[in-house]
Protein backbone atom coordinates (compact mmCIF):
# COMPACT_ATOMS: atom_id res chain seq x y z
CA UNK A 1 0.00 0.00 0.00
CA UNK A 2 2.57 2.25 0.69
CA UNK A 3 4.70 1.59 -2.58
CA UNK A 4 0.79 2.45 -4.66
CA UNK A 5 1.11 5.63 -2.64
CA UNK A 6 4.63 6.85 -3.17
CA UNK A 7 3.98 5.38 -7.15
CA UNK A 8 0.92 7.94 -7.08
CA UNK A 9 2.98 11.04 -5.76
CA UNK A 10 5.68 10.19 -7.50
CA UNK A 11 3.07 10.55 -10.84
CA UNK A 12 1.57 13.21 -9.68
CA UNK A 13 5.06 15.11 -9.27
CA UNK A 14 5.94 14.01 -12.65
CA UNK A 15 2.88 15.29 -14.57
CA UNK A 16 3.34 18.59 -13.01
CA UNK A 17 0.52 18.35 -10.37
CA UNK A 18 1.01 19.49 -6.74
CA UNK A 19 -2.19 19.32 -4.43
CA UNK A 20 -3.55 22.69 -3.58
CA UNK A 21 -2.01 24.74 -0.51
CA UNK A 22 -4.52 27.52 0.06
CA UNK A 23 -2.87 30.79 0.47
CA UNK A 24 -2.39 32.09 3.55
CA UNK A 25 -5.30 34.79 4.82
CA UNK A 26 -3.44 38.83 4.35
CA UNK A 27 -3.54 41.07 7.22
CA UNK A 28 -5.06 43.67 4.58
CA UNK A 29 -8.20 40.76 3.86
CA UNK A 30 -8.51 40.44 7.71
CA UNK A 31 -8.37 43.74 8.40
CA UNK A 32 -10.88 44.45 5.52
CA UNK A 33 -13.41 41.51 7.03
CA UNK A 34 -13.05 43.11 10.80
CA UNK A 35 -14.39 46.34 8.59
CA UNK A 36 -16.94 45.21 6.92
CA UNK A 37 -18.73 43.23 9.74
CA UNK A 38 -17.99 45.80 12.39
CA UNK A 39 -15.46 44.05 14.50
CA UNK A 40 -13.88 46.69 15.98
CA UNK A 41 -17.75 48.59 16.91
CA UNK A 42 -18.92 45.45 18.58
CA UNK A 43 -15.52 45.12 20.52
CA UNK A 44 -16.61 48.62 21.80
CA UNK A 45 -19.97 47.31 22.76
CA UNK A 46 -19.08 44.80 24.35
CA UNK A 47 -16.99 46.78 26.70
CA UNK A 48 -19.78 49.32 26.96
CA UNK A 49 -21.59 46.24 28.05
CA UNK A 50 -19.38 45.63 30.94
CA UNK A 51 -18.61 49.06 32.06
CA UNK A 52 -21.50 48.69 35.26
CA UNK A 53 -19.41 45.79 36.47
CA UNK A 54 -16.16 47.32 36.32
CA UNK A 55 -17.58 50.67 37.72
CA UNK A 56 -18.75 48.15 40.47
CA UNK A 57 -15.32 46.85 41.00
CA UNK A 58 -14.38 50.56 41.77
CA UNK A 59 -17.08 52.22 43.42
CA UNK A 60 -15.58 55.55 44.35
CA UNK A 61 -13.79 55.86 40.91
CA UNK A 62 -15.26 59.32 39.85
CA UNK A 63 -17.17 59.01 36.47
CA UNK A 64 -14.07 60.92 35.23
CA UNK A 65 -11.79 58.65 35.23
CA UNK A 66 -14.46 56.23 33.33
CA UNK A 67 -14.85 58.68 30.80
CA UNK A 68 -10.66 58.72 30.37
CA UNK A 69 -10.25 55.48 30.62
CA UNK A 70 -12.78 54.66 27.77
CA UNK A 71 -11.11 57.58 25.65
CA UNK A 72 -8.04 55.78 26.03
CA UNK A 73 -9.51 52.17 24.73
CA UNK A 74 -8.53 51.51 20.88
CA UNK A 75 -10.38 49.35 18.89
CA UNK A 76 -7.96 48.46 16.78
CA UNK A 77 -5.63 47.20 19.47
CA UNK A 78 -8.19 44.65 19.50
CA UNK A 79 -7.82 43.81 15.97
CA UNK A 80 -4.04 43.99 16.20
CA UNK A 81 -4.40 40.92 18.30
CA UNK A 82 -7.19 39.05 16.20
CA UNK A 83 -5.28 39.18 12.72
CA UNK A 84 -2.73 37.04 13.31
CA UNK A 85 -5.43 34.32 14.74
CA UNK A 86 -7.32 34.75 11.80
CA UNK A 87 -4.34 34.56 9.26
CA UNK A 88 -3.53 30.85 11.22
CA UNK A 89 -7.44 29.25 10.79
CA UNK A 90 -8.48 30.91 7.23
CA UNK A 91 -7.18 31.10 3.60
CA UNK A 92 -7.17 34.09 1.51
CA UNK A 93 -9.65 32.50 0.22
CA UNK A 94 -11.96 31.88 2.87
CA UNK A 95 -11.70 35.54 3.55
CA UNK A 96 -12.44 36.76 -0.18
CA UNK A 97 -15.52 34.46 0.17
CA UNK A 98 -16.37 35.79 3.83
CA UNK A 99 -15.90 39.37 2.15
CA UNK A 100 -18.07 39.08 -0.63
CA UNK A 101 -20.88 37.94 1.51
CA UNK A 102 -20.51 40.43 4.03
CA UNK A 103 -20.62 43.21 1.21
CA UNK A 104 -23.79 41.79 -0.37
CA UNK A 105 -27.43 42.53 0.24
CA UNK A 106 -27.80 39.22 2.23
CA UNK A 107 -24.53 40.05 4.23
CA UNK A 108 -25.76 43.61 5.14
CA UNK A 109 -28.67 42.42 6.27
CA UNK A 110 -27.00 39.80 8.58
CA UNK A 111 -24.72 41.92 10.30
CA UNK A 112 -27.31 44.77 10.77
CA UNK A 113 -29.59 41.98 12.53
CA UNK A 114 -26.45 40.07 14.45
CA UNK A 115 -26.38 42.67 17.43
CA UNK A 116 -30.32 41.86 17.55
CA UNK A 117 -29.97 37.98 17.25
CA UNK A 118 -27.18 37.93 19.71
CA UNK A 119 -28.92 39.63 22.31
CA UNK A 120 -32.25 37.23 22.36
CA UNK A 121 -29.95 34.43 21.91
CA UNK A 122 -28.21 35.18 24.57
CA UNK A 123 -31.73 35.43 26.74
CA UNK A 124 -32.95 32.02 25.49
CA UNK A 125 -29.62 30.50 26.26
CA UNK A 126 -29.92 31.98 30.01
CA UNK A 127 -33.17 30.76 30.06
CA UNK A 128 -32.55 27.34 28.46
CA UNK A 129 -29.79 27.35 31.68
CA UNK A 130 -32.35 28.44 34.00
CA UNK A 131 -34.66 25.06 33.05
CA UNK A 132 -31.59 23.00 32.94
CA UNK A 133 -30.73 24.21 36.64
CA UNK A 134 -34.51 24.07 37.65
CA UNK A 135 -34.28 20.86 36.56
CA UNK A 136 -31.26 19.37 38.39
CA UNK A 137 -32.61 20.97 41.39
CA UNK A 138 -35.68 18.74 41.34
CA UNK A 139 -33.79 15.70 40.70
CA UNK A 140 -31.72 16.62 43.92
CA UNK A 141 -34.54 17.54 45.85
CA UNK A 142 -36.17 13.87 44.22
CA UNK A 143 -33.22 11.86 45.40
CA UNK A 144 -32.90 13.57 48.65
CA UNK A 145 -36.64 12.32 49.58
CA UNK A 146 -36.64 9.13 48.18
CA UNK A 147 -33.12 7.98 48.94
Same mark, same amino acid.
Given at each position: ???????????? !??? =??? $? *??A?? +?????????? /??????????? !??? =??? $? *????? +?????????? /????????????????????????????Q?A?????????????????????????????????????????????????
Amino acid at each position: MKKGLMAMLALA !MAL =GLQ $P *AVAAP +ATEKSVRELM /EVTGAGDAGMQ !MLN =GIL $P *ALKQM +APNAPDEFWE /EFMAEVDPDSMIDLIVPIYQRHYSEEDLQAAIDFYTSPAGKRFIAKQGVVMQESMQAGQQWGEQIARRAIERLQQRSANP
